[in-house]
């Protein structure tokens, strides 16, 4: 028994540690989707190359390895915080940001375990040691529990998806009500999923990933103010997380995890009236 609290004390202390960067997600994400392309930074190309080379038969798509490579040795050199050596709050930040990055992606086209994983990305930094033009210091990448990753990935597409909110929200484009509509669509998909991850586990519910579905919920309601200024008609095309459709969750067990399988007939409904109108 005394075993099981110490374990757990030191559990959720260190799964603190995974979310630190959620408290500058979005200037993460912003950074990450402008980095997004490759072109004019062929510093990483020869580096890239040879990493996935040396273990290709760990992926099932090895052109977007290189890929998926060449974004991360961007990324790298954009965050200025990731590249200091000391432990000051913004570097931990960031470096739980490009951990959390690389195992997303890694993990979409390799055997996710810890020995491959390990081999790939210790593969990358001898590409970019002391005598390349771009040098690495990636001491602060592991491999993160398939579980905790699949939950991060969640709150990292409700913020990815808001941050897109936000900025289409700033502008009157024509598309406008289409696209707030499609992305206030998907953050109900996801935010049901992972309220039904905290209200259904005991291990959960008090979790900092729960806690950071709180502070994500505060930053969507503050959208209210500019979906408002829109004009009366526009929040037909905005969808409240208070308002997501209480439909059934169906969950099923896949490897392990839960999947949430949300059925969004009410969120149909709304798409297939705005298209009637137009």
Same mark, same amino acid.
């Given at each position: 028994? @005394?075993?099981?609290?110490?374990?757990?004390?030191?559990?959720?202390?260190?799964?603190?540690?995974?979310?630190?960067?959620?408290?500058?997600?979005?200037?993460?994400?912003?950074?990450?989707?402008?980095?997004?392309?490759?072109?004019?930074?062929?510093?990483?190309?020869?580096?890239? %190359?040879?990493?996935?080379?040396?273990?290709?038969?760990?992926?099932?798509?090895?052109?977007?390895?290189?890929?998926?490579?060449?974004?991360?040795?961007?990324?790298?050199?954009?965050?200025?915080?990731?590249?200091?050596?000391?432990?000051?709050?913004?570097?931990?930040?960031?470096?739980?940001?490009? %951990?959390?990055? @690389?195992?997303?992606?890694?993990?979409?086209?390799?055997?996710?375990?810890?020995?491959?994983?390990?081999?790939?990305?210790?593969?990358?930094?001898?590409?970019?040691?002391?005598?390349?033009?771009?040098?690495?210091?990636?001491?602060?990448?592991?491999?993160?529990?398939?579980?905790?990753?699949?939950?991060?990935?969640?709150?990292?597409?409700?913020?990815?998806?808001?941050?897109?909110?936000?900025?289409?929200?700033?502008?009157?484009?024509?598309?406008?009500?289409?696209?707030?509509?499609?992305?206030?669509?998907?953050?109900?998909?996801?935010?049901?999923?992972?309220?039904?991850?905290?209200?259904?586990?005991?291990?959960?519910?008090?979790?900092?990933?729960?806690?950071?579905?709180?502070?994500?919920?505060?930053?969507?309601?503050?959208?209210?103010?500019?979906?408002?200024?829109?004009?009366?008609?526009?929040? %037909?095309?905005? @969808?409240?997380?208070?308002?997501?459709?209480? %439909?059934?969750?169906?969950?099923?067990?896949?490897?392990?995890?839960?999947?949430?399988?949300?059925?969004?007939?009410?969120?149909?409904?709304?798409?297939?009236?705005?298209?009637?109108?137009?």
């Amino acid at each position: 028994m @005394i075993f099981m609290y110490f374990y757990h004390i030191y559990n959720h202390q260190y799964n603190k540690l995974y979310y630190e960067f959620f408290e500058k997600i979005v200037d993460y994400i912003k950074i990450a989707k402008s980095d997004e392309s490759t072109t004019g930074f062929p510093n990483a190309e020869t580096g890239c %190359n040879n990493a996935m080379k040396s273990f290709e038969y760990y992926f099932t798509d090895k052109k977007r390895a290189k890929i998926i490579c060449k974004e991360f040795i961007k990324l790298y050199n954009s965050l200025d915080d990731c590249k200091s050596t000391s432990n000051s709050d913004p570097h931990r930040k960031c470096s739980k940001f490009l %951990n959390y990055w @690389i195992n997303f992606k890694l993990g979409e086209i390799m055997q996710n375990d810890d020995k491959s994983f390990c081999n790939v990305y210790n593969s990358i930094e001898s590409q970019f040691t002391g005598g390349s033009e771009i040098v690495l210091n990636l001491s602060f990448i592991y491999h993160i529990d398939k579980d905790e990753l699949d939950k991060m990935s969640i709150l990292y597409r409700l913020y990815k998806n808001y941050t897109d909110l936000d900025g289409i929200l700033e502008n009157a484009a024509n598309d406008v009500k289409v696209k707030s509509l499609s992305l206030s669509t998907a953050c109900c998909k996801d935010y049901l999923e992972a309220r039904y991850i905290c209200d259904t586990s005991k291990n959960n519910s008090g979790s900092r990933f729960c806690e950071k579905l709180k502070d994500f919920k505060s930053k969507y309601d503050q959208l209210d103010g500019k979906v408002n200024k829109q004009g009366s008609d526009f929040s %037909n095309y905005f @969808i409240k997380l208070s308002e997501c459709p209480n %439909n059934q969750i169906i969950t099923t067990a896949v490897t392990g995890s839960i999947v949430g399988l949300i059925p969004l007939f009410g969120i149909l409904y709304k798409v297939s009236e705005l298209y009637i109108k137009q």
